[in-house]
T-cell receptor
Framework: GQSLEQPSEVTAVEGAIVQINCTYQ??????LSWYQQHDGGAPTFLSY????GLEETGRFSSFLSRSDSYGYLLLQELQMKDSASYFC????????????FGAGTTVTVRA | SAVISQKPSRDICQRGTSLTIQCQVD?????MFWYRQQPGQSLTLIAT?????????ESGFVIDKFPISRPNLTFSTLTVSNLSPEDSSIYLC????????????FGQGTRLTVV
């Protein structure tokens, strides 16, 4: 089962900023990743945090707070093409490549 | 990045039959993973496939239902056996590079419908 919680859906307009939160159970946690999946497509990697703080990659940023067992993905300057599902995923250790995924957040961008 | 070719992309199968899904990677990787994604749901890991050894299955998944082959470092197959409508899902293979755990690459998935 999933040990990560994220909102099921978010709707926003073009140009807006969206923050998708992800909370996780601390047991067996090493790092948090984010993946984007368009309908019918493969999940694609967006960002990864193993340390506290903000990782910025273009319009997308990810944040992790290990003390709060919490992370988020920030989508800035939203575009229509950003309409997709976004998944947070936890890694249990640096040498264990298995991922456990959250339930996913469907982001709908409106004109 | 890794390029993963997965086939078939979709199939419709009769209940009681089996479907074998193939996953080909453009470079050698130690581990390959098979996930299931039920309609509108998240990804659930079925098993990890290492070359030269039996696959390691996650809780709720068994070898008799999901036999896996891993004959070399670039190829794997997943068979979904004795199909029932509950097996209707997207099945995805995935690999990670042999480096600190950051990025996973996925195939395009196989959309299976059991009728």
């Amino acid at each position: 089962g999933q040990s990560l919680e994220q909102p099921s859906e978010v709707t926003a307009v073009e140009g807006a900023i969206v923050q998708i939160n992800c909370t996780y159970q601390t047991s067996g946690f090493y790092g948090l990743s984010w993946y984007q999946q368009h309908d019918g497509g493969a999940p694609t990697f967006l960002s990864y945090n193993a340390l506290d703080g903000l990782e910025e990659t273009g319009r997308f940023s990810s944040f992790l707070s290990r003390s709060d067992s919490y992370g988020y993905l920030l989508l800035q300057e939203l575009q229509m093409k950003d309409s997709a599902s976004y998944f947070c995923a936890r890694s249990p250790s640096p040498n264990d490549y298995k991922l456990s995924f959250g339930a996913g957040t469907t982001v709908t961008v409106r004109a | 990045s890794a390029v993963i070719s997965q086939k078939p992309s979709r199939d419709i199968c009769q209940r009681g039959t089996s479907l074998t899904i193939q996953c080909q990677v453009d470079s050698q990787v130690t581990m390959m993973f098979w996930y299931r994604q039920q309609p509108g749901q998240s990804l659930t890991l079925i098993a990890t496939a290492n070359q030269g050894s039996e696959a390691t299955y996650e809780s709720g998944f068994v070898i008799d239902k999901f036999p896996i082959s891993r004959p070399n470092l670039t190829f794997s197959t997943l068979t979904v056996s004795n199909l029932s409508p509950e097996d209707s899902s997207i099945y995805l293979c995935s690999v990670e590079r042999d480096r600190p755990n950051t990025e996973a690459f996925f195939g395009q998935g196989t959309r299976l419908t059991v009728v």
